[in-house]
């Protein structure tokens, strides 16, 4: 099992900046992916951000692209999604996942936290 824990969202206005973090512990040397991913109110949720545990690798939503900056640190077990120019569209709750080698699906999910952005 592993278990995830978000933090750092908070209220900021548009055009300002956070930095989510993920961390994660238990059978650590499962994963293989983290993912940053959020919903809205009334709306599916969506995937943001990605990072390949090994390799440091790492993709992002079209939206969130040149704006959002994944990373992880090792040594902490912990993933990072620096959130710059934000926009009142990136209101939402923000999620963190991990996903096991040769998986497809997302395994395990943390919490949430909330992130709101006023124009």
């Known amino acids: 099992q592993v278990q995830l824990v978000e933090s750092g969202g908070g209220l900021v206005q548009a055009g300002g900046s956070l930095r989510l973090s993920c961390a994660a512990s238990?059978?650590?040397?499962?994963?293989?992916?983290m993912g940053w991913f959020r919903q809205a109110p009334g709306k599916e949720r969506e995937f943001v951000a990605r990072?390949?545990?090994?390799?440091?690798?790492?993709y992002y939503a079209d939206s969130v692209k040149g704006r959002f900056t994944i990373s992880r640190d090792n040594a902490k077990n912990t993933v990072y999604l620096q959130m710059s120019s934000l926009k009142p569209e990136d209101t939402a709750a923000y999620y963190c996942?991990?996903?096991?080698?040769?998986?497809?699906?997302?395994?395990?999910w943390g919490q949430g936290t909330q992130v709101s952005v006023s124009s």
């Open positions: 996942a991990a996903r096991r080698l040769m998986r497809v699906e997302y395994d395990y």
């Open positions: 990072i390949r545990w090994t390799d440091a690798s790492t």
């Open positions: 238990g059978s650590i040397f499962s994963i293989n992916v």
